[in-house]
C-alpha cells in the first residue's frame, strides 16, 4: 500500500479476531519503524510495553472497563511516555556531536538546555507530544502490515500503572489494542473539510 491508501484503510478496529498470534518479525519492524518518529533533540521519550500472554491480555480487559474488542486482541500495547526527559542527556549530547549535527564547543549549551529546570507538567507535555508521534507511526506500521489497531484511554489509569509495575516518572500515553479484524467497521464519521480545518496565514474566527 502507498501511503495515502494506508491514511484512508486505517480505522479503529473494535472487532478482533481471537486466538491470532503476530508474528516476532511483524512486532520487530512495527517497533522498529516506530522508532523513526520524530521528537524533540532526538530524545526518544516512549517505552513501549507489549502484552501477549492471554491472562494478562484478560487482566487488561478488566482494567479497560470488559471491552470485548480488548480481550481478543492478539496483542495490547502499552505507551509509555518518559517525563524525566533529562534522563539521557550526557548520550544525547554526545550522539548529536559524533554524528556532526553539533560542534563540541557547543555541547555544554546544548545539554543545558536539555537538563535545565521545568515544571514536572512542562516535561510530561514535551514527552507526551513526542510519544504519541511514535504512537500514531506505529498504529500507521501496523496497518502497512495488515494489522487492525484500536488506540484508546478507556482504562483505569492507576490500576493499569499497578498492575504493569510503571514507575512514577513514566505517564501512560496510549494504549493500542492490535490484531485481524473479524469484520468491517461502519462507514467513517464525518470529518471536517479543508475549509474548517485550515486557517490561511492568520487565525480567522468563524
Keep these: 500500500m502507498d501511503f495515502s491508501q494506508i491514511v484512508n484503510k486505517r480505522r479503529a478496529c473494535h472487532y478482533f479476531q481471537p486466538n491470532i498470534e503476530i508474528p516476532t518479525k511483524d512486532w520487530k519492524q512495527i517497533f522498529e519503524e516506530t522508532s523513526l ?8 521519550p516512549w517505552e513501549f510495553i507489549l502484552i501477549q500472554e ?7 480487559s478488566s482494567i479497560a472497563y470488559n471491552q470485548s474488542h480488548v480481550e481478543n486482541a492478539s496483542g495490547i500495547i502499552i505507551a509509555l511516555a518518559d ?4 534522563r539521557h542527556a550526557d548520550l544525547i549530547t554526545q550522539q548529536w556531536v559524533d554524528n556532526n549535527y553539533l560542534d563540541p564547543e557547543k555541547a555544554h549549551s546544548f545539554k543545558a538546555s536539555l537538563t535545565k529546570e521545568r515544571p514536572q507538567e512542562k516535561n510530561q507535555i ?3 507530544r513526542s510519544t504519541l508521534l511514535a504512537c500514531m507511526t506505529l ?9 487492525a489497531t484500536c488506540p484508546m484511554m ?6 493499569m500503572k499497578k498492575f504493569l509495575n510503571i514507575p512514577d516518572d513514566r505517564t501512560i500515553a496510549l494504549m493500542i489494542a492490535v490484531g485481524k479484524k473479524s469484520k468491517d467497521p461502519l462507514p467513517r464519521l464525518p470529518r471536517k473539510s479543508f475549509e474548517e480545518l485550515v486557517h490561511i496565514e ?3 474566527h468563524k
Design 154 to 159: 478507556g482504562f483505569r489509569q492507576l490500576q
Design 202 to 204: 492568520r487565525f480567522k
Design 139 to 147: 498504529i500507521f506500521s501496523a496497518e502497512n502490515l495488515g494489522y
Design 83 to 86: 517525563t524525566n526527559i533529562a
Design 54 to 60: 492471554k491472562e494478562n491480555i484478560q487482566e487488561i
Design 37 to 44: 518518529a520524530p521528537s524533540g533533540y532526538n530524545l526518544q
Design 126 to 128: 514535551m514527552a507526551l
